[in-house]
């Protein structure tokens, strides 16, 4: 009798048991299809927040040019671009053109004369391909691989916090906080209404796709505090925001120091275009070789007296448009500094600077033909006029990897070479 009680027993406690395995496997089963749906639904709503995303930035198109690198320029009507889903801007009524030009313009004509340093024309990739027709803007189509490669939709087509370059500040913290390094001419201490310069166009290698680099003239309004106000112009190569490495022509702005306000070229609600001949975001074409024909784009940025907007003109020939005056506080007014020159990230891949080039990747001693520079720089005054600089400073954060050099004469007005290789020997 005990022997049956004992049996009757143990098959108690392993059924016991097996109930509880039984139990566990479920659990693990439900906790594992829970994970999978979970990550499911992460996969299904970043699929629809990208969709979304490109269903507000890509407009109708009225035409579509396929160009040689791959892009596909869209011809979207004037009244429907990006800028129009701004709530301040919905009752908007188009500048086609701006109600005062900064006098003083340079005489391009006698500009470059001496013959080893003639430069030569540049357009964009995509006008060999077509044009857009009147009543259009020509609009760089988002793709879905683009918007993928952002740290978030939320994100793209936006700098990182930190992205100034702040002069007088060789704080390593900040340097390697930031990630950013710089070689700039700049001014400050005055009230300005907008800058020109004539930027020459390279195409320097990026050595990490999360690394870009560029050459770009900054409007500067407030603090380097959250409050800095930025309107940015140039061109740059950054494999992150177009998936290639060609130098791109580009804009920025911001009214928060890169944190919820602003980004690249149309990419969100703000700068108002124009133009049907030029698409921002779009390669340029031809660049510059080493010993070679070089080439430049001179871009101005000035603040219409009238209406108080700031203006954007690219070469003699396109005003391309202008950032409304609302989006800004302290530039609502004038700025209070203005940069010229190059901007590199260093991720320091392997632990080391990394070798991403600036300018043409060549120091600013090599000169002419070898080093890239910066010409004819000028500040748009009170007056509405085109004026030298006064007392130009230069920075960078360290010269033995990326360096700045000012100049003057008679064709060139004041002007800088500038860049470096980025990791060298003196460079670690």
């Known amino acids: 009798m005990a022997a049956a009680v004992q049996f009757s027993s143990c098959g108690q406690r392993r059924r016991g048991a ?18 999978c749906a979970a990550r499911l639904s992460s996969v299904s709503r970043q699929k629809l927040q990208v969709e979304r ?32 889903d701004h709530p301040f801007l919905k009752d908007h009524k188009i500048q086609m053109r ?5 006098e003083g313009l340079y005489d391009e004509d006698k500009m470059a004369t001496r013959p080893k340093e003639r430069t030569n024309s540049i357009t964009q990739l995509w006008q ?43 704080d390593p913290d900040l340097i390697n906080e930031s990630g950013h390094q710089h070689a700039i001419a700049y001014v400050e201490g005055d009230k300005y209404y907008g800058a020109k310069a004539t930027i020459n166009v390279w195409e320097p290698k990026v050595q990490q796709p999360n690394e870009f680099s560029l050459s770009q003239l900054w409007i500067l309004g407030g603090s380097f ?5 930025s309107i940015e112009a140039g061109w740059q190569v950054s494999p992150d925001l177009y998936g290639d490495n060609n130098t791109r022509l580009f804009t920025y702005w911001t009214s928060d120091a890169y944190q919820a306000t602003g980004c690249y070229n149309l ?11 030029i698409a921002m975001g779009a390669s340029i074409s031809p660049v510059s070789a080493y010993r070679n024909s070089q080439y430049d784009i001179s871009i101005l940025i000035w603040k219409d007296p009238k209406e108080g907007h700031w203006w954007m003109q690219f070469g003699n020939d396109y005003v391309l448009g202008y950032w409304p005056s609302f989006l800004f506080s302290y530039l609502g007014e004038s700025a209070s500094m203005v940069e010229w020159g190059g901007e590199v990230v260093n991720s320091q891949p ?3 600077h990394t070798a991403t080039q600036m300018g043409s990747g060549r120091f600013p001693e090599e000169g002419f033909g070898k080093s890239s520079y910066f010409r004819n720089i000028q500040v748009v005054d ?21 360096d700045v050099q000012t100049g003057s004469n008679e064709d060139w007005g004041h002007h800088f070479y500038f860049g470096g290789p980025g990791r060298n020997p003196n460079c670690q």
């Open 382 to 402: 009170s007056s509405n006029n085109l004026k030298s600089p006064k007392d130009l400073g230069t920075f960078t954060e360290q010269s033995n990897c990326y």
């Open 53 to 84: 995303h490109l269903k507000r930035l890509n407009k109708p198109a009225i035409k579509s040019i396929e160009s040689a690198d791959g892009d596909i320029i869209d011809c979207v009507h004037i009244s429907q671009q990006p800028a129009f």
């Open 128 to 170: 060999m391909s077509g044009s857009c027709p009147e009543d259009t803007i020509p609009v760089r189509r988002t793709k879905k691989d683009d918007v993928l490669r952002a740290s978030s939709v939320k994100r793209y087509g936006k700098k990182k916090h930190r992205a100034i370059p702040k002069p007088r500040s060789t």
């Open 98 to 102: 701006p109600s005062y030009h900064p």
């Open 18 to 35: 097996f109930t509880v395995v039984l139990m566990l496997v479920y659990l693990w089963g439900s906790l594992i299809s829970l994970s």
């Open 350 to 352: 392997d632990g080391k």
């Open 267 to 277: 990419l969100c609600s703000g700068f108002i275009q124009v133009s049907s001949a």
């Open 225 to 229: 505090g959250e409050d800095l106000n």
